[in-house]
């Protein structure tokens, strides 16, 4: 039978490639890569550093245009859907015409597949029983993030709140302490109560690292993201919002 693997890399550095990721990609006969474009070259080129470095035999890397998505309609959730079915397409494609039976094929996820990642969804999707599957977890960007800010994503009998940029924009915080992800509308402006952790790039030469209260770092992180997209011609950030807490027994 077919074997699939999905395999988290971590969040940009080769060094978080844990020892089981290492493995998988030393099974691998064939290793199924989307390609951004060249703005989000330095992807692709991560990856297949990674595969050269870490294969064992001889192998083959398919490369497919990722489907792009309508990122300007406002109707947010069909165009999710209709961007994922088109993924699965290819997907499927892949798996059924260019890996032969007995071999395993792989997918590189950036960061770990569990974490805002649709890949093992689709995988789920187009799996029809001519092949297996597994799934070998990543260092996320929230896990590369707390770790260059040297704080820990939770606080004694608190709730961690984990979301999205878009929801925290509509919902507002959940908790006191709220991970946010895929934000492309600098959702945390304005939530001047709460402490920010804010990365880009985590892991990679281009990392930026700003903390502080969002009072006082919100315009300069606005500033230092909208110019390194510009330079880049894409960025992916992620932050932890932490409420400040007052002091229980103020001096009077």
């Known amino acids: 039978m077919k074997r699939v693997l999905i395999i988290g890399i971590g969040a940009g550095d080769p060094d978080h490639l844990t020892f089981q990721a290492a493995k998988a990609i030393a099974a691998a006969d064939v290793f199924f890569v989307l390609d951004k474009g060249e703005v989000k070259g330095d992807l692709v080129r991560l990856r297949q550093h990674l595969i050269e470095t870490h294969a064992a035999g001889p ?5 497919e245009q990722d489907p792009e998505r309508d990122r300007t309609t406002p109707a947010y959730a069909a165009a999710v859907e209709d961007w994922r079915a088109r993924r699965a397409a290819i997907y499927g494609r892949l798996i059924r015409e260019e890996l032969a039976d007995g071999q395993t094929g792989a997918f590189l996820v950036w960061g770990d597949p569990g974490l805002y990642d649709s890949t093992i969804a689709i995988v789920e ?3 029809d029983g001519s092949f297996e599957y597994a799934v070998v977890p990543g260092i996320s960007s929230v896990a590369a993030l707390t770790a260059r800010h040297r704080t820990s994503l939770t606080q004694v009998a608190r709730p ?9 924009a509509e919902d507002g915080p959940g908790a006191d302490d709220v991970l946010v992800m895929l934000d492309a509308r600098t959702a ?9 952790y804010w990365g880009a790039y ?3 030469p281009d990392e930026i690292l700003i903390e502080g209260p969002v009072a006082e770092v919100a315009e300069q992180i606005k500033q230092v993201r909208a110019e390194a997209r510009a330079r880049k011609g894409w960025i992916m950030d992620t932050y932890l919002l932490r409420r400040i807490r007052k002091a229980e027994h103020p001096e009077s």
């Open 59 to 63: 192998y083959r890397i398919v490369t």
């Open 125 to 127: 999707e187009v799996a």
């Open 160 to 168: 961690v709140h984990l979301t999205t940029g878009r929801r925290l």
């Open 188 to 196: 945390f402006d304005g939530l001047d109560d709460f402490h920010i």
């Open 202 to 204: 985590l892991g990679t």
